[in-house]
């Protein structure tokens, strides 16, 4: 069967191809009657549109195939939170008709072989996310072996991982460190080991600010390793304590208070502690404890907008091979519980 030109639908018609255009287009120029002819008459004939053509074509086009990487090591049992990221990128991928394919890199393969997940070596996906900090000479052997596009996840690394998405781990952590100064605590702590991943080290870097803009010295018995050399979260309190720690994650907050409690110490009546990322592996928002639930003041990271900016950048570099790569922060937000001492009016 021919195409239908507009000019087609002009002579049948008995009006310009001009006419034809704006009737069809939604443009002005036209009595609604004669649109309404000239739409009928289309309609009849098959006629589409351009643009319906195109419509047509995306909703044809196969589905693209996402490939998600996710180490052991954060697959811990503290560290459930990025299951809950893969979750949530696994329901924007539906929504865009497109579906993921989730593999987990064991620490033989992160630090030793550097075998290539199965989606990898057979060819059978259109881009890769990997969600959390990886061995840098396996991103090294990765881009030595494959040439599809690889968004990076919570990660980011100036020269091997470039084409990213984070947390606002740096800005965040400032604004969760001022609380507390703002409700008069300043002798402060830090939770976290700063050299395990580069979000913990922006988010020091974020507590350093705040005490330097206070004229605080940081004192280094009060920053406390959180976790092993397998992520899991472990910590030993100092024997001589500050006003208040600020913790890289709530799960480290979460075991702090309970390390706390043992002490003797209630929080915040004793002594005040905030987290980070608003959510904890035993898949409630508060740990319990004999004196009562706590509820940790934290910075809620925006998952949801990260995971579909990740896909978003993934599909572009799909489509577009000569986007430029770069990295998006995605800012999130204070949210006030009850582990934050109020300064007395």
Known sequence: MAKVRLADIAEKVGVSQVTIHNALSGNK?????????????????????????????????????????????????????????????????????????VEV??????????VMPQFITDESVDGL?????????????????TNIPVIYLDFYDKDLAKDAVVADNFYGM???????????????????????TSSIMDRYCGFSKSMLEHHKVIQPEWVVEDRDEAGKIVLELPERLPQAFVCNCDNSAGILIHKLW????????????????NY??????????????????????????????????????????????????????????????RREA
């Open 29 to 101: 120029g036209v009595s609604p009657e004669l649109r309404e002819k000239i739409q009928k008459v289309a309609e009849e004939m098959g006629y589409q549109s351009l643009s319906r053509q195109k419509k047509q074509m995306q909703y044809q086009e196969e589905p693209k195939k996402i490939g998600v990487m996710i180490a052991e090591h954060y697959l811990a049992e503290y560290t459930t939170y990025y299951w809950k990221i893969y979750q949530e990128l696994a329901l924007n991928a539906t929504e865009k008709r497109c579906f993921t394919i």
């Open 105 to 114: 890199l064991t620490r033989e393969m992160e630090k030793r072989t550097f």
């Open 129 to 145: 996310i990997i969600i959390g900090e990886i061995d840098r000479r396996y991103i090294v052997k990765l881009k030595e072996l």
């Open 174 to 196: 400032y604004l969760m460190t001022e609380l507390l100064f703002a409700h008069g605590m300043e002798q402060l702590g830090f939770v976290g080991s700063i050299y395990a």
């Open 262 to 277: 043992e002490r003797g110490l209630r929080v915040p009546e004793d002594i005040s502690v905030v987290g980070f990322d």
């Open 280 to 341: 904890l592996a035993s898949g409630g928002v508060d740990y319990v404890y004999p004196f009562g639930d706590v509820k940790i003041t934290t910075y809620e990271v925006n998952t949801k907008m990260m995971t579909r900016v990740a896909l978003n950048k993934v599909l572009k570099r799909i489509t577009n091979p000569g986007y430029s790569p770069n990295l998006e922060v995605v800012s999130g937000h204070i949210v006030m519980k009850k582990t934050v001492k």
